[in-house]
């Protein structure tokens, strides 16, 4: 397997978080294609200004494991919507194919527990029109795990079913938001996984996910939704609830070889954190 870093995650401008990525020994980067936070769109980026960026890249020894489509909102329920938010999408995919990535990874928002739902049809079609239209260009999609389970998530997929879906796997938001073995995750959902972030967490207290990650109707009005929020905390890797171990011998079994790509979304010193994370990883793959 090979180890990955979100470059953000450091907090810097985005080539010298690149370059810093490059310096800790990562074989690859993740970015995001917009960055609301820091006010950084690639999709504005001019070909010679993404050149740059793929260059900064290849410079430091790394390639771009893939590109994050994550802009938050509850689009993808949404009628109408969801479509434009599946045509930005497939602006991000063409990024990827410029950046010589061949992943894009989002969360699509809570994917309910059963298809008869008001929103999943919404769902369905945006994800298939992504996956399709990446699939036609050598990218997969890859739905981000996290508020829902893998049965969940993988009944979505069959649901869709195209070619270009795929997962990306997060053991930390399985362990965070829903208390569900990431083990399982890798069992049900491996043949599917294309690509992986490593991050650690606690969970702190069960809850309706569907009421914490918002799950509103197809016209965009709120749902009364009844229960707790769910609780929980990220830590640095390695202290946390994910077991390492026996998730990274789960990859194995399903022959992934792919990105464990280090996020760090919080902490005083991500970068410490980050170079204790790859530490960590090294020694067991």
Known sequence: MK??????????PLRSAIEKAGELGADGVQIYAIRRA????????????LEELKQTCHRAGMVFSAVCADVGGHDFQITGKNMERAELTCRI??????????????HVGVIPDTP????????????????????????TMAIETGPETAE????????V??????????PA??????NYDPVRAVELLGKYIVHTHAKD????????????????????????????????????????????????????????????????????DPAADIRTALDFLRARI
């Open 93 to 106: 995919v063409d990024l990827a194919v410029k950046l010589e990535s061949r992943v894009i990874t989002s």
């Open 152 to 159: 969940t998530l993988l009944q979505f997929i069959r649901t």
């Open 3 to 12: 180890l990955g870093i979100i470059p953000e995650s450091f907090l810097l």
């Open 116 to 139: 008869d739902d008001p929103v999943y049809p919404n769902m369905v079609a945006a994800v298939r029109r992504i996956a399709d239209y990446a699939a036609e260009r050598g990218v």
């Open 173 to 178: 938001n399985l362990k965070m938001c829903i």
């Open 201 to 268: 967490g606690i969970h702190l207290r069960d809850g309706n996910n569907c009421k914490t990650f918002g799950l509103v109707n197809p016209d965009g009005s709120e749902r009364r939704l009844e229960g707790d929020l769910c609780e929980f905390k990220e830590v640095a890797l390695g202290t946390g609830q994910v077991p390492w171990d026996a998730y990274l011998a789960a990859l194995r079994r399903v022959g992934y070889d792919g990105f464990l790509t280090i996020e760090r979304e919080c902490g005083e």
């Open 38 to 49: 820091t006010g950084v769109n690639l999709l504005e980026f001019t070909p010679a200004e």
């Open 161 to 170: 079913d195209s070619p270009g879906l795929g997962v990306n796997l997060d």
